[in-house]
């Protein structure tokens, strides 16, 4: 369980971070994180 939690959090981070360094839009950056993470959890 802790391994499942630990993928949500990075896959989370990771596509923060993907947001911020291609400069995506502020409010966008939370959604996008979101979207990643719900992304990563169905494959």
Sequence with gaps: ???FIEQIVFSFIASVSFGIILNGPRRG???????G???WMSF
């Design 29 to 35: 950056i939370v959604f996008g994180g979101i979207a």
């Design 37 to 39: 993470t719900l992304g």
């Design 1 to 3: 369980m802790t391994e």
